[in-house]
Nanobody, 120 residues
Framework: QVQLVQSGGGLVPAGGSLRLSCVAS????????MGWYRQATGKQRESVAH???????IYADSVKGRFTISRDNAKNTVYLQMNRLKPEDTAVYYC??????????????WGQGTQVTVSS
């Protein structure tokens, strides 16, 4: 069994910073792409940032220059550093990982979600 466990998040004033972490545990053999999504109240889940195993990154236009995604392959962990936060960044943030288990099953796993609230 594989789990993605998130940490970080919380309440921060506009202009502040937060760091999210997400670690994959269990029967993980390898992890390909990892990423972060978010879902604001009443809106659809949207992509925020993604990173390949080799470190290539892609960002949503709304967070470019403010958010940084990174990963530690040895720790099966992905991070999202969020700077210059805006009230419109308020949402539940989810991590995602495309992984292979030790039994060579492939699937996309999701974290439990973390609330990020930015006050104006």
């Amino acid at each position: 069994q594989v789990q993605l466990v998130q940490s970080g998040g919380g309440l921060v004033p506009a202009g502040g910073s937060l760091r999210l972490s997400c670690v994959a545990s269990g029967n993980v053999f390898s992890i390909n792409n990892m990423g972060w999504y978010r879902q604001a109240t009443g809106k659809q889940r949207e992509s925020v940032a993604h990173i390949t195993r080799g470190g290539t990154t892609i960002y949503a236009d709304s967070v470019k220059g403010r958010f940084t995604i990174s990963r530690d392959n040895a720790k099966n962990t992905v991070y999202l550093q969020m700077n210059r936060l805006k009230p419109e960044d308020t949402a539940v943030y989810y991590c995602n990982a495309d992984l292979t288990t030790t039994s060579l099953s492939h699937f996309s796993a999701w974290g439990q979600g973390t609330q990020v609230t930015v006050s104006s």
